[in-house]
């Protein structure tokens, strides 16, 4: 026992050293432990190890701010590697063996279905952070990033649009995974509804991690000069993005002719990446780092002194991207429940969410909807600049109200637009 | 779109005495939110003063075209211009708004500025601007393309500038012009062509879209010729992105070939050699970035040398230290080997990072030759595949010519004898594995310029290093080559027709199948072979 309880106080202690908490006198009072469940390595590390950061610098700032209902916050942070399967033992361990009161984390959905059944069971709280397929509505879940109509749907709208370039055949590009195959099948119905016939519309997979896009920007090519203004609408996820967009920019496919809309590429995945070939291809998020507001200057500058004090690699160049926002808002939004609720009960904190608002760094103050655990998002669509930046090109006037259950997939029309649950 | 280019034709047809200044009143709207205002800016701009026109809409272009208060302004790295007058403002403003365009403005940017570009005296730029101006030539444009066309000397662009005419008269109402044309049209190999060409021959209701018969036949003749071309140019790029996969299966399967075809050690951390190499070439990049960034171009050359030291210098480490006391014993040499891997990617994973880490293209890597219009092949992909026919050589050389190379083959051969005439064979076994690592890092160095670099690269090409190997038959460096090649082609052809994912299933059933069949794969050693 004596053993176990050093080693719980050593940890704690390597816990403080690793992510600068302030003293040890912290280590005397109780904590509120925060789960963060983020690959760290493997295929989406790209993606993932920045919004474990964000998570961390909220933590930091809520902390150094007095912490949440007078307690400090205490992240414990795991890696579960791109591994699916290890997401869900990583879950089980955050909740039974750490017993965290909220956990942050997931990027891809295999990553969420895999974690869901663990949450249900232990009734666990998790806050997700990426635009999704939709089709899904958790009690357990909130959900801070798009549904396919705060960022799919209205992306392909503005392809067909006279300023998107008047699209009329559209290639369909993703990673071979539940999250792509959903969100084309929703594009294809969407499509479907416009008058593009099956003809004009070609869908192409590779499996995660694939590294080498000759044959499918090839193929575009060849497709594109079949007829008809085209447009690619890429769901590729991870480090697959890296060799994608060199390719990409190699074979001289440019914004003009072929714009290629990008879902799950923000400003982080385009660091290692020449942009100067891909100016003008598009992104759609409900953030863009190019954003220019108050609540963004100061969402920017806090991340890029964070990194610099974390001497994170290329700390310099430090980016804030789509999911990082969403994360923000998410811890956030968890703290200003469990205050309302005076507690961390799962419940409580589940019943106090609704109706939560948050000053976000995109502009707008954004709502958790009563009901249906995700959030209202304003939607943008961006140009990638030569910087690797995002030129703003369209947006909505104000926030979207998410629709888990698009309309564009067949009885849809009868879910209800709240969670089975308590 | 169209109605730009016909105000610029007009304004060619009579070109006026050259303006000192532009009104900035012209210049105001170009910072406007509504893309259609801005486009109308971008005609009136090109239409009243084209001399001076042109550095502003390169800056508009180029991103660099900013709002400072009431004026429109040129940034120039440290320096703000006006861009009324082109002159220097000091001090610099410092708030100032880039002005943003979409592609929608992008395009007519373009189309505005090749036609700007068209009369410039430099023969490159002409060239490029009427290379330009074919993407987008339709009628309106003939004014501007018929005085192109007068002016031009040069053969090379008056056939291009023909072909943007010919594109340009499709829609004229002389049944004769047409069909001109569309002859012309026949002689191109571009696709755009072919989108363009092929409603002609289409119904709309009940009448044809070209009411001519005559120049419906010669478009389906002139279709016809333009698909075989791209036909043509279509397997061709196929076979080269085959090849390309093939070069790049054999960079990362040859050292391979020596560790395990040569000397029969089972090395499963061979993958992690690959991404020994790959972060020797992120680190030359870091060492340029920092201390020769004026050179950091040729990074990769110095990395060449440094990757195939490294791997080879992990390589003798491992068989000093744990591979020799495991000869003659394949499957401990597996355990063990796998150990390393597992050890060497969580150093990497320590030292370097969970994360990818970023090596860029050297400029001269960037960008492709455009062999046709629907052929670009990559410098990145063509310098490897160079490359890796250099790494060839040069191992054909070191192993059939050189003192070491026999001592190798005759260890392999025949230890006890090759021990007895006085070759030292431990020593032997030593340079050899580590020449096997050093071909692996210069594999991985190439492997920087395409694929993402990260502790677990390697766990991608380890499996696809040994079903080369094994498919080309043991020992042998040109069963290598061809099992390489031919599963590059193969896989490519197969992804062509049946997409990545179940390509990727159906080659690795197809090795089963082989492999079942034929053991000793394509090559098979003859002779006699004394097994240790």
């Not at chain 1, 909740?95 to 895999?114: E, H, N, Y």
């Not at chain 2, 010729?225 to 397997?235: G, N, T, V």
Request: aromatic residues 8%; positive net charge.
């Amino acid at each position: 026992m004596v053993r176990r309880n050093f080693m719980k106080t050593l940890s704690a202690v390597a816990v403080t050293a690793a992510f600068g908490l302030n003293s040890l006198s912290a280590l005397a009072a109780e904590t509120i432990k925060v789960g963060v469940l983020h690959s760290l390595s493997g295929t989406m590390a790209i993606s993932e190890t920045a919004l474990k950061e964000t998570v961390l610098m909220a933590i930091d700032e809520i902390n150094s701010k007095g912490g949440v209902l007078g307690k400090k916050l205490e992240p414990v942070v795991v890696d579960p590697a791109s591994n699916w399967p290890l997401f869900a033992e990583k879950a089980r361990q955050l909740l039974s063996k750490d017993k965290v009161a909220v956990t942050f984390g997931c990027w891809t959905s295999v990553s969420r279905k895999s974690v869901l059944p663990v949450y249900k069971e232990l009734n666990g709280l998790l806050f997700y952070p990426v635009q999704y397929e939709g089709e899904e509505l958790e009690y357990n879940v909130f959900y801070t990033g798009a549904a396919p109509n705060q960022q799919a749907i209205p992306a392909v709208e503005y392809l067909m649009s006279k300023d998107g370039g008047e699209a009329k055949r559209f290639v369909l590009l993703g990673t071979d995974y539940v999250y792509p195959r959903t969100t084309n099948k929703i594009l294809r119905a969407f499509l479907k509804s416009k008058g593009v016939a099956d003809a004009d519309i070609m869908e192409e997979y590779t499996p995660f991690g694939h590294s080498d896009y000759q044959t499918i920007i090839a193929k575009i090519k060849k497709f594109s000069s079949e007829g008809k203004k085209t447009a690619v609408i890429s769901t590729i996820n991870g480090d697959s993005n890296v060799p994608f967009y060199k390719e990409l920019g190699n074979a001289g496919i440019k914004a003009t002719d072929v714009p290629v809309v990008a879902f799950s590429v923000g400003e982080e995945e385009l660091r290692g990446v020449d942009t100067k070939p891909l100016v003008g291809h598009l992104a759609s998020w409900n953030y863009f780092m190019s954003l220019k507001n108050a609540e963004n200057d100061k969402f920017t500058k806090l991340y890029r002194s964070w990194a610099v004090k974390q001497k994170l690699p290329n700390a310099d160049k430090a980016v804030t991207n789509d999911p990082m926002e969403a994360t923000y808002i998410g811890v956030y939004m968890w703290k200003q429940a469990v205050e309302k609720a005076k507690s961390t009960d799962v419940d409580k904190v589940i019943a106090a969410m609704a109706g939560q608002t948050f000053k976000a760094p995109s502009g707008f103050t954004i709502k958790m909807d009563e009901k249906n655990h995700h959030l209202h998002k304003p939607v943008f669509i961006g140009e990638i600049k030569a910087d690797g930046q995002f030129n703003v090109v369209w947006k909505t006037p104000g926030p979207v109200k998410a629709a888990p259950w698009s309309p564009y997939i067949p009885g849809n029309d009868k879910k209800k637009d709240t969670p089975e649950g308590k | 779109m169209g109605k730009s280019r016909f105000l610029l034709c007009g304004w060619l047809l009579s070109v006026s005495l050259a303006q000192a200044a532009i009104d900035p009143a012209l210049l105001k709207p170009l910072a406007s939110e509504d893309s259609d205002t801005k486009i109308a800016a971008i005609t009136a701009l090109a239409q009243a003063a084209p001399a001076e026109a042109l550095p502003v809409l390169k800056a508009l272009a180029d991103d660099s075209l900013a709002v400072a208060g009431e004026r429109v302004v040129i940034v120039a790295g440290e320096r703000v211009l006006d861009a009324a007058n082109n002159t220097e403002i000091s001090p610099a403003p410092a708030a100032r708004e880039v002005i943003g365009i979409n592609n929608r403005v992008r395009r007519e940017l373009s189309a505005a500025l090749a036609a700007l570009r068209l009369f410039s005296t430099e023969r490159a730029v002409r060239w490029q601007a009427a290379q330009e101006v074919t993407l987008s030539a339709d009628a309106k444009m003939l004014p501007l393309l018929d005085r192109a066309l007068a002016a031009e000397k040069d053969p090379e662009i008056r056939t291009r500038l023909q072909l943007a005419h010919a594109q340009a008269s499709l829609g004229s109402t002389d049944a004769e012009v047409r069909l001109a044309a569309v002859k012309t049209l026949g002689e191109s190999s571009d696709p755009k062509v072919r989108q363009l060409l092929l409603p002609l021959n289409e119904k709309r209701g009940d009448s044809w879209v070209e009411p001519d018969s005559a120049v419906r036949a010669a478009a389906g003749t002139s279709l016809r010729s333009i698909e075989q071309r791209l036909a043509w140019a279509d397997s061709l790029g196929r076979a080269f992105t085959g090849l390309s996969l093939g070069s790049i299966l054999l960079l990362a399967a040859l050292g391979l070939a020596i560790t395990y075809g040569v000397m029969g050690v089972i090395n499963m951390a061979h993958g992690e050699l690959l991404m020994v190499g790959a972060y020797s070439a992120w680190a030359m990049q870091s060492v340029f970035r920092a201390y020769l960034p004026g050179a950091l171009d040729w990074y990769l050359l110095a990395a060449i040398p440094v990757g195939f030291l490294a791997a080879a210098l992990v390589g003798v480490l491992m068989e000093r230290l744990i591979i020799r006391h495991l000869y003659g014993r394949p499957l401990e040499t597996l355990l063990a080997t796998w150990g390393i891997s597992l050890f060497l990617m969580q150093v990497a994973r320590t030292v370097f990072g969970a994360q990818n880490v970023e090596v860029a293209n050297p400029a001269w890597m960037a960008g492709g030759i455009e062999l046709l219009p629907n052929l670009m092949l990559p410098w990145n992909r063509i310098i490897i595949v160079a490359f890796s026919i250099a790494v060839l050589v040069a191992m054909w050389a070191i192993l059939n010519l050189s003192r070491l190379g026999m001592f190798v083959r005759a260890v392999t051969q025949n230890r006890p004898m090759a021990g007895c005439v006085g070759v030292p064979t431990g020593r032997i076994d030593t340079l050899a594995f580590g020449l096997g690592a050093g071909i692996a890092g210069l594999g991985g160095v190439a492997l920087s310029q395409i694929a993402n670099v990260g502790p677990d690269m390697g766990q991608g090409y380890i499996v696809d290093s040994f079903m080369v190997v094994v498919l080309g038959g043991v020992g042998q460096l040109a069963g290598a080559v061809w099992a390489a090649l031919g599963l590059g082609v193969f896989t490519k052809f197969l992804e062509g027709w049946t997409g990545a994912v179940v390509a990727k299933i159906v080659v690795l059933v197809f090795i089963i199948i082989f492999i079942q069949k034929r053991p000793q794969g394509l090559f098979a050693l003859k002779g006699r072979f004394v097994e240790s």
